[in-house]
């Protein structure tokens, strides 16, 4: 957070919530292939704001776990 600042954090969650909405579909947990394709997406929002290399593999495991969690408060 100290190197990335509030500014920069704040473009990122916003790039990924708008991307994670767009690409998500009905079974998006249970298809290992459209899992495959939303890490991938994290990692290029990730990469494109310079997000730290070594903590990104946890970043990506936070983001998919949240989106899950968004999901399923959104279809609910």
């Given at each position: 957070?100290?190197?990335?600042g509030?500014?920069?954090?704040?473009?990122?969650?916003?790039?990924?919530?708008?991307?994670?909405?767009?690409?998500?579909?009905?079974?998006?947990?249970?298809?290992?292939?459209?899992?495959?394709?939303?890490?991938?997406?994290?990692?290029?929002?990730?990469?494109?704001?310079?997000?730290?290399?070594?903590?990104?593999?946890?970043?990506?495991?936070?983001i998919?776990?949240?989106?899950?969690?968004?999901?399923?408060?959104?279809?609910?």
């Amino acid at each position: 957070m100290k190197i990335l600042g509030d500014e920069v954090l704040r473009k990122i969650a916003h790039e990924l919530v708008e991307q994670i909405r767009k690409n998500v579909t009905i079974d998006w947990t249970v298809k290992e292939s459209v899992k495959a394709k939303i890490r991938v997406m994290v990692k290029r929002i990730l990469t494109k704001y310079n997000y730290p290399p070594d903590k990104q593999p946890n970043a990506v495991v936070t983001i998919l776990e949240q989106a899950e969690i968004l999901c399923a408060e959104i279809s609910s």
